[in-house]
């Protein structure tokens, strides 16, 4: 099974690839986190996307989708959740070729459908404990005493830096300039699913198992 995962940050994409990562096997494919770890480990693409950026160029197509021929090669017949490529069209067809040099299909494109000011409202309203990390939500769930973490009683909190609104909806709107390319492309094969993104986390997992038992 491969299939990519769609969804404006706070979707909870994040939140589903790591629960079929452990109850299904599938390897997640962050192109971020596989370049890092490329270079990191001096592997053949690795080197060549370490001298592109330290020329401070943006590492090219070719490169990305050797990245990922590199994991597909290395996944055996684990399945591959995708995450943060492809971004066009252009990618979207070498993805294709990639999977069907090595035998393997595209089966979803589940994208996470959010109420975007609800999403901005649940990311904004989001903090924790300074010293336990329990998370809470202004309005969602506070302490049961004002001020006072439920589980270890400290009165520090904190709030992560791009947690503020304008971030936020500023990742909002690169999302949907960079996922707007792919749809039309994904929409004519008939790949695209669509799940309620804003449901509780155990509902939006059933969704989703749904469409990948179907």
Do not use: W
């Not at 994991?71 to 990639?98: K, N, Y």
């Not at 494109?109 to 999403?119: G, H, K, M």
Request: hydrophobic share 40%.
């Amino acid at each position: 099974m491969n299939i990519i995962l769609l969804g404006p940050p706070g979707a909870g994409k994040g939140t589903q690839a790591a629960r079929l990562q452990a109850n299904r096997g599938m390897i997640q494919l962050s192109t971020g986190d596989m370049l890092r770890d490329a270079v990191a480990k001096g592997t053949p693409v690795g080197v060549k996307a370490k001298a592109v950026m330290e020329a401070g160029e943006l590492v090219s197509d070719a490169i990305v989708s050797a990245l990922i021929g590199e994991r597909l090669d290395a996944s055996a017949e684990q399945g591959a959740i995708f995450d943060g490529f492809p971004r066009t069209a252009h990618q979207a067809e070498a993805l294709e070729m990639l999977l069907d040099e090595r035998g393997r299909t595209l089966d979803h494109v589940i994208e996470l459908v959010v109420d975007e000011e609800a999403l901005v409202e649940r990311i904004v309203g989001r903090f924790t404990c300074a010293v336990c990390g329990t998370p809470y939500h202004r309005t969602l769930k506070l302490t049961r005493e004002p001020g006072v973490c439920d589980v270890c009683g400290s009165t520090e909190f904190k709030q992560r830096p791009d947690d503020n609104e304008q971030t936020v909806r500023t990742r909002m709107a690169e999302y949907r300039a960079k996922t707007a390319p792919i749809l039309p492309y994904y929409e004519e094969r008939g790949l695209i699913r669509r799940v309620d993104g804003m449901a509780p986390v155990e509902q939006v997992a059933a969704q989703i198992d749904a469409i990948l038992d179907s």
